[in-house]
């Protein structure tokens, strides 16, 4: 009889507990999309970069400075961007839950402690020195009014075309000769060429490596490869001339899946 009055209380402990007991169990943490704004003063700021450190994805802002990314709570997203100081932050369930999330940027200034510059007496403050200072104009082609002061400076391709294309006399041969051989044929495709070339690396560094890495799953020694891939695209140079980077990454994007399915990357 005494046995039993004493097992009823702990039978009821037991059943007491055991629902707070299941709440403490942890729970699958499930991705989340983290969405906002990089700007400055009220600005979005494009070709900013977020790489999420902990889940190792990467993502860029779009041109009004907009960013969207798969996040868990407790990650850490590592903010950076040309002339801006680099930011981190942990994702909250605020942030997750946040309409309006806007993240401001700092400008980077490289601040110098005040010296004092003999015999000229620099303070080392740009601004202020810039206009106490008294300095000669130097000699230009501009400050000499040439002719050739604002030409733009050829590359090896470009002269060596127009010197297969020009002549002197009355008949001039080069011209006619270089025709004849094909050398401008080759010439012109040789142009056209390095022009492409030249194209395509502006591309590639608007963008880090890493993304196409981390987004486009790209491995990055075949990132020259797979940029020659995308080149031969006729649609890629109009995208480069018109330097919309949220349409070009678009294009890559899909040009990264084409790219692992013909060279068997899945």
């Known amino acids: 009889m005494n046995s039993e009055i004493k097992v009823a209380p702990l039978l009821f402990v037991a059943l007491l507990i ?120 130097p000699v230009t082609a501009a400050s000499l009014n040439l002719p050739n002061a604002y030409a733009k400076k050829r590359t090896q391709a470009e002269r060596q075309l127009i010197e297969a294309k020009t002549g002197g006399g009355l008949i001039p041969l080069n011209p006619v000769l270089n025709a004849i051989s094909g050398r401008t044929k080759m010439l012109k495709k040789r142009l056209a060429r390095d022009q492409a070339y030249l194209q395509t690396q502006e591309v590639r560094a608007r963008y880090a490596d890493s993304l196409f890495v981390s987004e486009l799953n790209i491995p990055e020694i075949r990132i020259p490869d797979f940029m020659y891939f995308c080149e031969m695209d006729s649609e890629f140079a109009g995208l480069a001339d018109s330097e919309d980077l949220l349409k070009m990454w678009d294009f890559l994007k899909a040009k990264g899946l084409e790219y692992r399915k013909a060279n068997e990357l899945e």
């Open 18 to 137: 055991s629902p707070l007991l299941s709440q403490g169990q942890d729970t699958p943490v499930r991705n989340r999309e983290l969405k906002g704004r990089i700007v400055e003063t009220g600005e979005g700021i494009p070709n900013v970069h977020l790489l999420n450190l902990s889940a190792e994805r990467a993502t860029i802002t779009n041109a009004d400075g907009y960013f969207s990314m798969d996040t868990r709570v407790g990650d850490t997203v590592l903010i950076s961007a040309i002339r801006y100081e680099r930011k981190t932050f942990v994702v909250t369930d605020q942030m997750l839950e946040s309409s309006g999330l806007q993240i401001e940027m700092v400008p980077f200034v490289n601040e110098l402690e005040e010296v004092v510059v003999r015999p000229y007496n620099l303070s080392g403050k740009l601004d202020e020195d810039l206009l106490n200072l008294s300095v000669e104009e």
